[in-house]
Nanobody, 125 residues
Framework: QVQLVESGGGLVQAGDSLRLSCAAS????????MAWLRQTPGQEQEFVAA????????RYADSVQGRSTLSRDSTKYTVYLQINSLKPEDTAAYYC??????????????????WGQGTQVTVSS
């Protein structure tokens, strides 16, 4: 049974940093690309970052490029998203997702088959 469990969200101030974690179970960890996407009420899901199953490459949205680092630890079946210099516009529910389509790093929410329940990040100005 697939399970993705996010943690690490919270209320922070602009300029702070956060590290979100996603613990995965079910299936072979390295056979899936992993991603973070976010959503605010009334808005579409927005791609944030993705990492290959092997961890060999990553992709970031322009909105977080240069201030975020996505990594994965295959010994802990966990993916980490570090976001620095947080801005109020980073406020959203952050979701971990995985895709079996490992040949490319997708930024389309529809390409991700399994999703976690989400963790809320709120950045105050």
């Amino acid at each position: 049974q697939v399970q993705l469990v996010e943690s690490g969200g919270g209320l922070v101030q602009a300029g702070d940093s956060l590290r979100l974690s996603c613990a995965a179970s079910g299936g072979t960890f390295t056979r899936y690309n992993m991603a973070w996407l976010r959503q605010t009420p009334g808005q579409e899901q927005e791609f944030v970052a993705a990492i290959k199953g092997t961890g060999a490459s990553t992709r970031y949205a322009d909105s977080v490029q240069g201030r975020s680092t996505l990594s994965r630890d295959s010994t802990k079946y966990t993916v980490y998203l570090q976001i620095n210099s947080l801005k109020p516009e980073d406020t959203a529910a952050y979701y971990c997702a995985r895709s079996p389509r490992t040949y490319y790093l997708s930024d389309k929410p529809s390409d991700y088959a399994d999703w976690g329940q989400g963790t809320q990040v709120t950045v105050s100005s």
